[in-house]
T-cell receptor
Framework: KAGVTQTPRYLIKTRGQQVTLSCSPISGHRSVSWYQQTPGQGLQFLFEYFSETQRNKGNFPGRFSGRQFSNSRSEMNVSTLELGDSALYLC????????????FGQGTRLTVV | DQQVKQNSPSLSVQEGRISILNCDYTNSMFDYFLWYKKYPAEGPTFLISISSIKDKNEDGRFTVFLNKSAKHLSLHIVPSQPGDSAVYFCAGSARLSGGYQKVTFGTGTKLQVIP
């Protein structure tokens, strides 16, 4: 079956702009989590959506938001971009958010200039 | 507050030898631990997991050991192969109110296996 698809793969934005990233989970998976990866910081949890509801949120400012649609596809939005937002943004899907491995997409590399 | 710590950012091992990747955690509520492997330009992929009620889980060349009293786990790769060169992330999973799990990742250890 198809894996987790993230679009776009690469993105360059200017400070102050806003950006929307997309994630299509594995068919049948209802949980989608978003992570930010930066050098030295590992995978920082942003938020998790399950059946269109945000169930969990990490310690990121309100500029970071997300949503999930009825088909489980999820979007992440970052407003008023800052240079420090440059990172690899990863989406992970799982059947539920219970115990078990998550499947990650290839990520979106965001560069803010 | 870094609940999952991987204190070694990098590790180099000769091909055929054992690779030992370490992970420490502070959250006593973790009841499940996972290891992921990440190659450049790819998303992390699940490698192996262990329940907190066990102290060892083995899958082929990969073995994870858990020492709950020390809040420490380690991943052993024997024998190490050049294809194992990647960044390895340790993660802990805790059950939250509402019945679902939250996964917290460490900062990763970059393993280089030298041919």
């Amino acid at each position: 079956k198809a894996g987790v698809t993230q679009t776009p793969r690469y993105l360059i934005k200017t400070r102050g702009q806003q950006v929307t990233l997309s994630c299509s989970p594995i068919s049948g998976h209802r949980s989608v989590s978003w992570y930010q990866q930066t050098p030295g910081q590992g995978l920082q949890f942003l938020f998790e959506y399950f059946s269109e509801t945000q169930r969990n949120k990490g310690n990121f400012p309100g500029r970071f938001s997300g949503r999930q649609f009825s088909n489980s596809r999820s979007e992440m939005n970052v407003s008023t971009l800052e240079l420090g937002d440059s990172a690899l943004y990863l989406c992970a899907s799982s059947f539920s958010s219970g115990i078990g491995e998550a499947f990650f997409g290839q990520g979106t590399r965001l560069t803010v200039v | 507050d870094q609940q999952v710590k991987q204190n070694s950012p990098s590790l180099s091992v000769q091909e055929g030898r054992i690779s030992i990747l370490n992970c420490d955690y502070t959250n006593s509520m973790f009841d499940y631990f996972l290891w992921y492997k990440k190659y450049p330009a790819e998303g992390p992929t699940f490698l192996i997991s262990i329940s907190s009620i066990k102290d060892k889980n083995e899958d082929g060349r990969f073995t994870v050991f858990l020492n709950k009293s020390a809040k420490h786990l380690s991943l052993h790769i024997v024998p190490s192969q050049p294809g194992d060169s990647a960044v390895y992330f340790c993660a802990g999973s805790a059950r939250l109110s509402g019945g679902y799990q939250k996964v917290t990742f460490g900062t990763g250890t970059k393993l280089q296996v030298i041919p």
